[in-house]
């Protein structure tokens, strides 16, 4: 299922069981997809279909805008507003994939060493 099936699937759930703030931000992620979609050089083609990679980057630029506006907000000393941004991005952030922690990175590192034999700074 790609991301915009998800998301699509999401907001008529979200208007089944009356959640009114997730279905709002799952609207602004539609509508921030379908601007993406418009606005992409498309040499007079009409609208282009974002895949699930160009769907992240428009939900990554979502939640970076949000924290500039939390940081914003808390130097303002609205914490409303900061929390409903707070809020707004957590649901974003559902749809993005799972940071990973430190051990992972680390195991993935020690992964790719050991595949590629490196022995030093110098087999890179």
Avoid: C, W
């Avoid at 998301?7 to 509508?31: H, P, Q, Y």
Wanted: charged letters at 35%.
């Amino acid at each position: 299922m790609t991301l915009k099936n998800q998301l699509t699937d999401d907001m008529k759930a979200a208007m089944k069981s009356g959640e009114k703030e997730r279905l709002g931000v799952i609207r602004l992620i539609n509508a921030a997809i379908k601007q993406r979609e418009v606005d992409e050089p498309n040499a007079g083609q009409g609208r282009v279909e974002l895949d699930d990679p160009a769907v992240l980057v428009v939900l990554q630029k979502m939640v970076k805008q949000r924290r500039d506006s939390i940081s914003q907000y808390d130097a303002a000393g609205r914490d409303d507003l900061s929390r409903i941004e707070r809020d707004e991005m957590a649901i974003i952030e559902h749809y993005l994939p799972a940071k990973l922690g430190e051990a992972e990175i680390f195991d993935a590192i020690d992964a790719a060493i050991a595949e590629t034999g490196a022995a030093g700074p110098a087999d890179m």
